[in-house]
């Protein structure tokens, strides 16, 4: 599987928007991008995933460059509830978590 | 709540007993995995399942470490012996294969003191 680059660390204000970039430049034709996260002392939540064209639920839109070499994902109004370690995973099959970006929404 | 339930929640032993831990998957999903989460550290892949059978298992998982789905439903993953090292949130997932989409549903996890 594809390796990914996140940040290790952010800050958001509460009630704006959270941009969480993932680098993923060796990405696979056939990999898909996805996002989890884990709130403290829970299991990890699937967000979203996509190929190649944005994406968007009712938790978040992920956003992929044209050449696929990277994402972000995209919280339009951030909560104190979305404090959180934020997984990009790029595979075809098997999910390998990486040690994410822990984002913490300030009040 | 995932759909996904896993038992005990909390489990402390001491170091060389057998401790034995299950996985209710989500009903209809057909495959299953296993995960290890140490503090500060994301989730390690153990081993997964796609029915009844084992498809995959890590070099993480010991001679010590054994995983069962017998009826393609629930899971069981034992820990022989345990070690002060086999401390850790031990997490199960499952997913349905269909096409390409794999999103897995975690449960709450199992989190395994040895003393």
């Known amino acids: 599987d594809a390796k990914t680059t996140q940040p290790p660390s952010m800050d958001c204000a509460e009630g704006r928007a959270a941009n969480l970039p993932c680098n993923h430049s060796?990405?696979?034709?056939?990999?898909?991008v996805y996002w989890y996260r884990q709130i403290h002392s829970q299991g990890p939540q699937y967000i979203i995933h996509g190929l190649k064209n944005n994406e968007t639920n009712e938790m978040a839109s992920l956003i992929i460059t044209e050449d696929r070499k990277s994402s972000t994902l995209i919280l339009p109004h951030a909560t104190l509830r979305d404090t959180a370690v934020y997984y990009c995973?790029?595979?075809?099959?098997?999910?390998?978590f990486g040690p994410g970006t822990s984002l913490s929404v300030i009040p | 709540d995932t759909g996904v339930s896993q038992n005990p929640r909390h489990k402390i032993t001491k170091r060389g007993q057998n401790v034995t831990f299950r996985c209710d998957p989500i009903?209809?999903?057909?495959?299953l995995y296993w995960y290890r989460q140490t503090l500060g550290q994301g989730p390690e892949f153990l081993t997964y399942f796609q029915n009844e059978a084992q498809l995959e298992k890590s070099r993480l998982l010991s001679d010590r470490f054994s995983a069962e789905r017998p009826k393609g439903s629930f899971s069981t993953l034992e820990i022989q012996r345990t070690e002060q090292g086999d401390s850790a949130m031990y997490l199960c997932?499952?997913?349905?294969?269909?096409?390409?989409?794999?999103?897995?549903?975690f449960g709450p996890g199992t989190r395994l003191t040895v003393t």
């Open positions: 060796t990405i696979s034709g056939n990999e898909y």
């Open positions: 009903s209809e999903h057909n495959r």
């Open positions: 995973i790029v595979t075809y099959d098997k999910v390998i």
């Open positions: 997932a499952s997913s349905l294969l269909a096409g390409y989409s794999y999103e897995q549903y």
